[in-house]
């Protein structure tokens, strides 16, 4: 982050993004297929398998590449770690306010995506489709991900970032209310768009937006806390959607999920909008 041009932070940081997303849509067409062809649970795990330990001789090989390119000497020129210097960029980072909120809106998106990520396919099995298009679905989200982070990332350089922020979590937010309410094919496809559509503009803009309120020394703990909230929002999404589902089936599910985008686009517009919080 820190060679990158400041007018051109999003787009970059986006486009970076955007190219780890190619394994995540392939992943579910792959799997998808070979569950169709050969309705065996196992050779999708096998596949995944065997692209883990390719993953995992790549990373050996760069990690041995990248070691052979440095001296002592030049190691010795590097800045030192400390632990003491993390937690206070860590706390610089905490204290605040801007950062927090915006980690707050991140968490708040991503949780809306293990939502979906983890019950919008089922809810198309719910439908009676076939595999190969339940394996379609989370593709069609990952590649309107890399599609839209860069240009996203582009428009909130030129346009600013809140707007973009507040935009996305509108679309994002009025887009899953309409999930439970149709059966059609192509409507679920142009809902799941919007949706990806809504978490590009978040996504892209979030990391670029806390770099540009930070020094340079503290990027790496800011968007530790960032990476750190998001993860936390994924994960307990599909959780609290789970036992949700005992009770109020589907409908409930993607309703929650709009009502957190909204939640989170209202404390968005209050925090920068109106109050114009400070530091």
């Given amino acids: 982050t820190k060679r990158i041009l400041p007018k051109q932070k999003g787009k970059k940081i986006s486009i970076f993004s955007s190219i780890t997303l190619i394994g995540r849509f392939f992943a579910p067409i792959t799997g998808g297929f070979i569950l ?18 390719i993953a995992f001789f790549f990373a050996m090989f760069y990690y041995k590449t990248r070691k052979s390119r440095y001296t002592q000497a030049d190691i010795s020129k590097r800045e030192l770690f400390t ?31 293990g939502i979906i990520e983890a ?23 990952t ?49 799941l768009i919007s949706f990806g559509i ?23 703990s800011a968007i530790g806390v960032l990476s750190t909230i998001m993860d936390i929002g994924q ?8 036992y949700i589902l005992v009770f109020l089936s589907y409908q409930g599910i993607f309703l929650l999920t709009g009502f957190t985008l909204l939640f989170a686009a ?8 109106l109050l114009k919080i400070s530091n």
């Fill in 143 to 191: 590649f309107t991900l890399f599609v839209a982070k860069p240009f996203m990332g582009h428009l909130s350089d030129k346009l600013g970032r809140k707007h973009v922020i507040l935009g996305g979590l509108l679309l994002g937010g009025f887009a899953t209310f309409f999930i439970p309410y149709t059966a059609n094919l192509i409507w679920l496809f142009v809902i």
């Fill in 235 to 242: 994960t307990i999404g599909p959780i609290i959607s789970g």
């Fill in 36 to 53: 169709y062809v050969t309705n065996y649970y196992y050779g999708v795990y096998l596949v995944c398998g065997f692209s883990g330990i």
């Fill in 119 to 141: 019950y919008f396919i089922f809810y198309i099995d719910f439908l009676n489709y076939e595999p190969w298009l339940i394996g379609l679905m989370p593709a069609i989200l």
């Fill in 198 to 220: 809504g978490m590009a503009s978040v996504t892209s803009s979030t990391p670029a937006y806390i770099t540009d309120l930070l020094e340079k020394e503290n990027y790496g």
């Fill in 83 to 113: 632990i003491k210097e993390f937690l206070r960029g860590l706390k610089d980072v905490i204290s605040h306010k801007k950062i927090m909120i915006i980690s707050i809106i991140q968490a708040s998106q991503y949780f809306a995506y």
């Fill in 266 to 273: 209202f404390l968005f517009f209050v925090s920068f909008f």
